[in-house]
């Protein structure tokens, strides 16, 4: 059997009615093809290409995922974020500077992303603080199966807001010609999920999601992709060129505004 409402939407824009049958569960994915110029995309991944990726952290994130960026999920001690994020941070800004882009594509995706929401993606706020607007990742190995909820991974709110539902948010910069897709499944987390995790890993072992009716996406380049990440999902393994991809979380608040964080 299978749920009508477990679907990808393909639209020219994300519209307030998308997003917020996102939100509802009218659908678990919604594409937006040539989200940005063309010229903005390839400016960005020549940029990126030239310069050195970190891993995330080895022991949690295996086989390796690239990244240009900070992310929090890398500095999260005792569900709460680490003193160390904001330092990573501040180096990191350096790190995209000296990209030397005229502009910040990341607040460009917020930008267009937002373009139909009322007032539109702001970066979230930590106790007062900017938290990061994105990273570059590169998971040519892919990533596991694994769910995102902010909820479950913090103590309390992570943001200065309560969020009532979390996206996804990839812009693809670079795919390969084979591999490289995007699996959603039909599974939420149960507890009873742990026995699959992987040991100090994010993620699960497949038999996690069972038969559950599953969605791939094969994004392509300049495709920009919001997802439900409560959902269990998995990026499979590239096969030949790299998968560099913009990232970001975004959550609804309490009072339906958009916030990004990295
Ligand atoms: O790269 C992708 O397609 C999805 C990566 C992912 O796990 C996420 O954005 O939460
Ligand atoms: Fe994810």
Redesign the pocket.
């Known amino acids: 059997m299978h749920d009508p409402f477990f679907r990808t939407v393909t639209a020219p824009a994300f519209t307030r009615e998308l997003i917020a049958g996102l939100a509802a569960g009218r659908c678990v994915a919604i594409r937006v093809p040539g989200f940005l110029p063309r010229a903005v995309l390839t400016e960005t991944l020549r940029a990126l290409e030239s310069r050195a990726f970190d891993a995330y952290g080895r022991q949690r994130v295996d086989p390796p995922v690239m990244r240009f960026g900070v992310g929090v999920s890398d500095h999260r001690t005792a569900g709460t974020v680490a003193d160390g994020y904001w330092d990573a941070l501040a180096a990191q800004q350096k790190a995209w500077q000296g990209l030397g882009l005229p502009y910040d594509p990341f607040e460009k995706c917020r930008e267009v992303l937002g373009a139909d929401w009322p007032g539109g993606v702001s970066v979230g706020r930590r106790g007062g603080r900017e938290m990061g607007a994105g990273v570059a ?1 590169e ?1 040519n190995h892919g ?1 596991q199966v ?1 769910f ?1 909820d902010a909820l479950r991974e913090f103590s309390g709110d992570l943001l200065d807001t309560t969020l009532v539902a979390q996206f ?3 812009l ?1 910069l670079s795919v390969p010609g084979s591999g ?1 897709e ?1 699996v959603i499944w039909r599974h939420r987390w149960h507890p009873a999920d742990e026995t699959f995790r992987i040991p100090d890993s994010y993620g699960y072992r497949e038999a996690v999601v069972g038969n559950a009716e599953s969605i791939e ?1 094969r ?1 392509e380049v300049g495709e920009a ?1 919001l ?1 439900n ?1 409560r959902y269990f ?3 499979r393994p590239s096969k030949d060129s790299r ?1 560099i ?1 913009l ?1 970001f ?1 975004v959550g609804m608040s309490e009072t339906g505004r958009l916030f990004a964080w990295g």
């Open positions: 990742r998971p990533f694994h995102d996804a948010f990839n693809y490289g995007t996406l994004p992709v997802i990440p999902h998995a990026v998968r991809a990232g979380a």
